[in-house]
C-alpha cells in the first residue's frame, strides 16, 4: 500500500512538472506571438475605384504625419512577399500600405484582365492621402514586375505621388504596356528602378527608363538571379537601396 501511495505521489509529481513546462512553452510562445503581431501590420480593407473589396496591411509610422509608400504585389503573388521590406520602411519613419490586388490574398474580384488592377493603385494611394496620419503630397508607389506596370500608369494620373519605385520593370507585361512616354508623364518626380542583370526584358526596361532624365533618376543593377520581390530575398543590398532611396525622396 505504502509502495502504491508512494509511486503515485511520484507520478503526480513528474505530471506537474510535464504540465508546469507544457503551461511555460505555451505562454513562452503566446508572448512571441504578441511580440510578432506588434511588429507587424495592421489589416485593413478599403474599396477599389470600381467597388472591388481589397484587403492590405498597414504599418504606421511611429512619428506623424508622416509620408506613405504603396507596395504593389506580382502576378499570382500577394502582400506576403514583402518580407521584412515593410518592417524596415515604417522604422525609416515612412508608413508603408502593403495590398493585395484583386483576385489576389483576399482581396476579391477577378484578376482579369490585368488593367483593372491600376483602379487598385489608385484607390490605395487615395486611400492613404485621405489619413490624417500621413502627410499630404508624399507618397511613394513601390511595385514589382506586373506591379511596376500598375504603379507606373497609376502614377501619371496622382499628383500625390512624390516617388516610384519599380522593381523587374516590364515594357509589355502580358499586354499591359508601359513605355518612356509614361516615364516623361511622370516628369520631375523621382523614379528608381532595379533589375537582375540576368533578366534581359527588365534590364533593357531599366536603362530606357532610367535613361529619361526629365527627373532625378536611379538605378539598381543586381547580379542575383531574380525577378520582381525575388531580388529582395536575394540580394540584401537592393531593399537597403531601395529604403534608402525612399528616405531621401520622401522625407526630405
Known sequence: MAKNVESAFLTAVALAKVVSRTMAAVVAMWLLM?????????????????????????????????????????????????????????????????????????????????????????????????????????????????????SLLAAVELPAVRAIALLSPSLDYRGLRTDVNLVKLVGGRSMWFAASAEDPLALRTLRDFAAENSGPREQMISNAVAHGT???????????ALVDWLRRSLLS
Not at 67 to 93: E, Y
Not at 230 to 240: F, H
Open 230 to 240: 525575388v531580388l529582395l530575398e536575394r540580394d540584401a543590398d537592393v531593399g537597403r
Open 34 to 150: 504578441a511580440s510578432h503581431a506588434s511588429a507587424s501590420g495592421r489589416a485593413v480593407t478599403f474599396p477599389s475605384l470600381d467597388g472591388t473589396a481589397l484587403s492590405g496591411d498597414y504599418f504606421e509610422a511611429s512619428s506623424r504625419p508622416a509620408p506613405a509608400v504603396v507596395l504593389v504585389h506580382m502576378l499570382t503573388r500577394s502582400k506576403a512577399d514583402w518580407g521584412n521590406l515593410p518592417d524596415r520602411i515604417q522604422a525609416a519613419g515612412i508608413t508603408a500600405l502593403l495590398i493585395d490586388l484583386r483576385g489576389h490574398g483576399a482581396s476579391s474580384g477577378s484578376s482579369q484582365p490585368l488593367a483593372n488592377m491600376v483602379q487598385d493603385v489608385r484607390a490605395a494611394v487615395l486611400w492613404l492621402a485621405a489619413r490624417q496620419g500621413v502627410r499630404p503630397g508624399s507618397i511613394g508607389l513601390v511595385g514589382a514586375s506586373l506591379g511596376a506596370s500598375l
